[in-house]
């Protein structure tokens, strides 16, 4: 509220009070060309993955990496994000 009311005056009426807008994280972009996930992804298979292969088909785990990585209409991202998270848990 207090906010809104120091930016009154400065911002037009309609961008202080519109509804509230969510944001995505831009995790395909994150997985497709950022070195950071895609490398921490592809370690927890090498060094992690036996603790998970009871739950997932590492080959296919990293076959979806893979494509992902290099196929531009390939979008595996958010079973990897979760599959990643889960890996970095049981660390």
Not at 35 to 55: E, I, P, Y
Request: net charge positive; hydrophobic share 40%; with cysteine.
């Amino acid at each position: 509220y207090v906010l809104k009311k120091a930016a009154d005056g400065i911002l037009e009426h309609e961008i202080i009070y519109r509804k509230k807008m969510g944001f995505s994280t831009p995790i395909s972009h994150w997985l497709k060309d950022g070195q950071h996930f895609h490398g921490l992804l592809f370690d927890l298979l090498a060094t992690q993955g036996h603790r998970v292969s009871n739950l997932c088909d590492l080959a296919t785990l990293r076959r979806m990496l893979q494509e992902h990585r290099i196929q531009r209409d390939v979008d595996h991202a958010n079973y990897l994000w979760v599959v990643q998270n889960f890996m970095g848990f049981l660390r």
